[in-house]
């Protein structure tokens, strides 16, 4: 089985047109053209006509079983009248997560502006995802965005479980650091390449991945992920399938791993019309 637990529905061409539609419909046929079974969609910290809100991806996703949604929080304009909109989408059990975007925004994980959010994950049970690492846009501000700041975050709430999104690359070996020292934390391999992985980068890549699944890691603290669309499912199962792991570490990771940490609804066989991957 594969689930990817970092996708989003954002319309990257242009995000002043609204696709949400045509982009549910390219995710879709993008899982089943790579066999995956089922895909984590991520909102943003902003919305706009191209960035759809919570409510507008619970509603578009509501039909496919093997898509979920986690929910992405502004920290600028931050209420809980944001907490309010995506509580329908948790009581449903389409909404399995938050997301919080520091780079993106100028602030820190551990913002006490944010403890109402962390709250409410601890009483739905839900984890929540923390970007770390390099941005897509030159404009964001790294130092909010480095792993170690999870630490602090992951300190101040025992009780709620966060993931370092993007292996806070190129802070790889910190964020080795604040997984292995923080029994709440677990971290993603999404978003280290825009597109595919390709020659000098891709070798660069698989050591450091390669060095933390072998030395740094538990298995079992590490979630398969590609940031789709951004890039490519191809690249990123390939560049996976090349990673020397043990068998039972590989199907943590590609998948066990997320249904356990997002208590995903996993049936047997899983419910919708993508088909079972690689068991």
């Given at each position: 089985m594969i689930i990817d637990c970092h996708t989003h529905l954002n319309n990257y061409h242009d995000e002043a047109v609204d696709d949400l539609s045509g982009c549910v419909e390219r995710l879709r046929q993008s899982l089943?053209?790579?066999?995956?079974?089922?895909?984590?969609v991520l909102t943003s910290y902003r919305v706009t006509p191209g960035r759809p809100s919570t409510p507008a991806v619970v509603e578009a996703t509501r039909p496919?079983?093997?898509?979920?949604?986690?929910?992405?929080l502004g920290w600028a304009g931050f209420g809980e009248e944001d907490l309010e909109r995506i509580r329908p989408?948790?009581?449903e059990g389409k909404v399995k997560?938050?997301?919080?975007?520091?780079g993106y925004e100028p602030f820190y994980p551990a913002d006490?502006?944010?403890?109402p959010a962390?709250?409410?994950a601890r009483?739905?049970?839900?984890?929540?995802?923390?970007?770390?690492g390099d941005t897509y846009t030159p404009k964001g501000r790294l130092k909010y965005a480095h792993p170690l700041n999870v630490d602090e975050l992951a300190v101040d709430h025992p009780d709620v479980n966060f993931v370092i999104c993007h292996i806070g690359n190129p802070w790889v070996r910190d964020c080795m650091e604040v997984v292995y020292k923080n029994a709440n934390v677990y971290c993603d391999f999404s978003g280290l390449v825009l597109g595919n992985f390709k020659d000098r980068f891709e070798a660069f890549m698989r050591k450091q991945v390669q060095e933390m699944l072998l030395f740094g890691v538990q298995p079992e603290k590490c979630l398969y992920g590609t940031d789709w669309p951004i890039s490519s499912m191809e690249s990123y199962l390939q560049f996976m399938d090349e990673l020397k792991m043990p068998a039972r570490d590989?199907?943590?990771?590609?998948?066990?791993?997320?249904?356990?940490?997002?208590?995903?609804?996993v049936p047997d066989p899983l419910l919708g019309d993508v088909p079972f991957g690689r068991l």
């Open positions: 089943r053209r790579n066999r995956v079974d089922g895909a984590l496919w079983a093997n898509l979920w949604v986690v929910a992405g989408g948790v009581e997560g938050l997301k919080i975007y520091p006490p502006k944010l403890a962390f709250a409410f009483r739905h049970d839900l984890p929540v995802m923390v970007h770390t590989r199907r943590m990771i590609m998948a066990e791993n997320a249904v356990r940490l997002f208590k995903l609804p």
